[in-house]
Nanobody
């Protein structure tokens, strides 16, 4: 079973950038579709981005399109979330998630499709 550990969060000024990483331990990372979600204080968990097993397919939440980019390196068992032009409303705990799937090009934004979750990393964007 894959275990997920996020890193790269921190405090940044509005307009700045951060890159989050999610390192997966265990076997067969390339068999998992990966996603990033976030939860801001007092709000529901929100979909951010997802990437297929192959890395060929990606999909983004409307609030981050054009600013965030998800990628993965299956050789390093790591998925990344590059965030640019950050806004105060991006402040949240960011979680990576994984789901074992058969199709190499499948991706999903549905939180209940993901079985495995990391502990989260805090991103704070100051105005």
């Amino acid at each position: 079973q894959v275990q997920l550990v996020e890193s790269g969060g921190g405090l940044v000024q509005a307009g700045g950038s951060l890159r989050l990483s999610c390192a997966a331990s265990g076997r067969a990372f390339s068999n998992y579709v990966m996603g990033w979600f976030r939860r801001a204080p007092g709000k529901e968990r929100e979909f951010v981005a997802t990437i297929s097993r192959s890395g060929r397919s990606t999909y983004y939440g409307d609030s981050v399109k054009g600013r965030f980019s998800i990628s993965r390196d299956n050789a390093k068992n790591t998925v990344y979330l590059q965030m640019v032009s950050l806004k105060p409303e991006d402040t949240a705990v960011y979680y990576c998630a994984a789901d074992f799937v058969l199709s190499p090009d499948y991706y999903t934004d549905l939180v209940n499709k993901y079985d495995l979750w990391g502990q989260g990393t805090q991103v704070t964007v100051s105005s």
